[in-house]
């Protein structure tokens, strides 16, 4: 089902400021930062493994009363989630919920790279799962 690990998000409070690590120590230079107003975050991701390799995505809240900015308060920065690529998003959807998987998501969202549904951790070991299909 899942085809390969697409991204792991990280919560930072700042992008700028998390970037003198991952960019200036680690040497990552990520792709353009991103304004997703219907998720009130901006984002970066950080390409690793070249073409069709894995990224890391930073995810900073630009609202207080979003589910990313209470995360940030509650547990500080760190680990949001993973994210699985799928190949279809509509038969993973119903294929989650055909197994009892605790889906958050109702109709697949519109992601900042595709269309995406998130797994509540509960079911997923404590994990925040997210399944993503990238347009063609």
Not at 46 to 70: F, H, Q, R, W
Not at 71 to 79: C, T, V
């Amino acid at each position: 089902m899942p085809k390969r690990i697409d991204h792991v998000a990280i919560i930072v409070r700042n992008i700028e400021q998390a970037l003198v690590f991952y960019r200036d120590t680690l040497g990552i230079q990520p792709g353009e930062i991103k304004e997703v107003p219907s998720e009130q975050v901006r984002i970066a991701f950080l390409p690793m493994g070249g073409p069709g390799g894995s990224e890391i995505e930073l995810i900073e809240p630009t609202s207080p009363d979003t589910s990313v900015a209470k995360a940030l308060e509650k547990r500080g920065e760190g680990l949001h989630h993973i994210c699985l690529e799928v190949e279809n998003i509509d038969e993973a959807l119903q294929e989650m919920r055909d197994k009892g998987a605790p889906v958050l998501d109702e109709q697949p969202r519109i992601a900042a790279e595709g269309r995406a549904i998130f797994l509540h951790p509960r079911g997923t070991n404590g994990v925040l799962l997210e399944l993503i299909e990238k347009p063609e």
